[in-house]
């Protein structure tokens, strides 16, 4: 009787696993469209009693009394997990980068040679009005185009105005990008921070908290794409020697002896990238500051202080923000070189298309004031209507695309554009007005980055006017390119480590269609056991009535 009772017991626990494996399959195959839901797992074991009394038989056969539920774990590869959070990382730095040259494009392409119709974009049809202006003075002498000359040149002061305005505009906007995902970071972290913490308290209580652990997945995998990261678990003391999980994210391929948590069990870190008044720190170094928890006491055994990353410190969407708002190539000097970044020259943000500009517009104007200003405007006597062409709009010495300006003094009528530079010459000597107009073809024009920035240890480029545009459209175009085909291995890559990821922890109709199956069999069973048990128990009781 003891073993027919026991094989009772036996049944009801395979009645409760089968149960309980319909139980998670449901729920896997209800969640299958669930963002960052894991697929879930049954786990059991088969029940053997080990002990045994002294009239115990070596020959009596040793049967399992059914299945054990031991729990309910998740299907994942940790494997899995750190590449596809390196691959995203990659991308998340590649399609920033690619974002933002496409914006520059969108401002800049209207500086070069452009396409169809339209064979010349808007500076370089303007630089081709005035000389165009110019030859005709040449031609028919300089009193009847003086005034269309000076329209022409203040329409060109005007449109490297305009480009001017709207580089400084992208700076803000990527200024105002930087600052929000900062700050989504933080709530990234915080959150995680909250998380663990949950998690922890779910394991003290013995439960798996498998939907909290998809949610921290979910972050952690959202993390990566700002910077790379490093996330381990490892097991710690939650008190009276009970083990509960502590996970810890690192900021990746640091020292091993100067690692930066960016969370530690409980414990969360903040990056900041402005300085107590609010404003942007120089060169938008991030800052990642000391653990705390929820209450915001410090770690007790981590006393992380705050630490300033370097310029190749982060890895990610961040990264490429810092480098669109600091990255000056050709204009970088020796020292950012040597101390900051050694591929500081080879790397192209906002700012060296802003210092290109530049300098396109500060060596016109200089190139046209020689020509204007015979012996640099020290002749005695000076020449009649000798001046500078082109001046500051805002009283600084240095003549910018943001501030050039044709000057108080041609716009009033006191400087005039010189026919000759020659005081005894006829009256139709042109030799100088023939050469400005040689000017908008010389392709020796140096365009210097020191004159741009006192340092810079970029080489000089010589070139015409319209070279100098194309150039900058070259650049533009080469890294508009390089970065194209980096994002697109990059996302080649991501999209097969997802794959591969997803066939171990995304939910498979036709896997969990079969463990329906499985796991409804094995109840049926069960239960036509069980209904045998039944039977017999009757036919014994009928016969000892």
């Known amino acids: 009787m003891s073993s027919t009772f026991g094989t009772i017991t036996t049944v009801r626990l395979g009645i409760y696993a089968s149960q309980k494996g319909l139980d998670v399959t449901g729920n896997n195959i209800t969640n299958i469209n669930t963002n960052g839901y894991t697929r879930q797992r049954l786990d059991q074991i088969s029940l053997v009693v080990s002990a045994s009394d002294k009239y115990g038989s070596q020959y009596k056969a040793r049967v399992g009394q059914g299945p054990v539920i031991t729990g309910i774990s998740q299907l994942r590869d940790p494997g899995m997990d750190i590449s596809y959070r390196k691959a995203n990382s990659d991308v998340g730095s590649a399609d920033q ?40 003075a040449l031609t028919n002498g300089i009193e009847n185009y003086e005034g269309s000359i000076r329209a022409s040149a203040n329409a060109l002061c005007t449109q490297f105005h305009q480009y001017a305005k709207a580089l400084e505009g992208l700076m803000e906007d990527y200024e105002t990008q930087l600052d929000e995902d900062t700050t989504r970071v933080n709530q990234i972290l915080t959150e995680l921070r909250d998380l663990n913490l949950q998690i922890r308290n779910s394991d003290v209580r013995g439960d798996a908290a498998l939907e909290l652990r998809d949610q921290r997945n979910l972050l952690l995998d ?187 003094e041609w716009a009033e009528g006191t400087v005039k554009m010189l026919s000759t530079t020659d005081p005894n010459a006829p009256t ?40 100098m545009l194309l150039r900058i459209e070259s650049t533009l175009a080469q890294d508009q390119m390089a970065a194209t085909t980096t994002l697109n291995n990059y996302a080649i890559t991501l999209d097969n480590v997802y794959t591969d990821r997803d066939s171990v922890t995304g939910v498979d109709l036709n896997d969990e269609a079969t463990n329906l199956m499985v796991y409804q069999k094995a109840y049926t069973a069960a239960c036509r056991v069980l209904t045998a048990l039944e039977q017999a128990i009757d036919s014994l009781l009928a016969a000892t009535a």
């Open 97 to 136: 980068m690619l974002a933002g040259l496409e914006d520059l494009a969108g401002i800049l392409d209207e500086v070069g040679k452009g396409d169809g119709e339209q064979d010349d974009g808007v500076i370089l049809n303007q630089l081709n009005d005035l000389r165009d202006l110019i030859n005709q």
């Open 428 to 467: 139709d000597d042109r030799s100088n007005l023939a050469q400005f107009l040689n000017l908008f073809n010389r392709k020796d024009i140096e365009f210097d980055p020191k004159d741009i920035v006192g340092d810079a240890e970029g080489a000089v480029y010589e070139g015409s006017f319209e070279g």
């Open 222 to 408: 959202e993390l990566s794409g700002y910077m790379k990261i490093d996330v381990t678990y490892k097991m710690v003391d939650a008190g009276g020697g009970y083990m509960v999980e502590e996970m810890s994210v690192k900021l990746a391929d640091r020292p091993a002896d100067d690692p930066v948590y960016l969370v530690q069990g409980q414990y969360a870190a903040q990056i900041s990238v402005k300085d107590q008044n609010g404003d942007f720190v120089p060169n938008y170094n991030i800052t990642v500051s000391g653990l705390t928890n929820k209450d915001n006491e410090p770690h007790p055994t981590n006393p992380q202080t705050a630490t300033t990353l370097g310029d190749n410190d982060l890895y990610g969407s961040l990264q490429s923000l810092r480098e669109l708002l600091t990255e000056e190539g050709e204009y970088a000097s020796q020292n950012d070189i040597d101390n900051v970044d050694g591929n500081a020259a080879s790397k192209r943000g906002i700012p060296y298309y802003i210092n290109q500009l530049n300098s396109l517009a500060r060596t016109f104007a200089e190139e046209m004031n020689k020509l204007n200003m015979p012996n640099d405007g020290t002749a005695n006597p000076p020449l009649d209507g000798e001046g500078a062409l082109f001046e500051t709009n805002d009283n600084t010495t240095d003549i910018t695309a943001g501030n050039i300006c044709i000057s108080q």
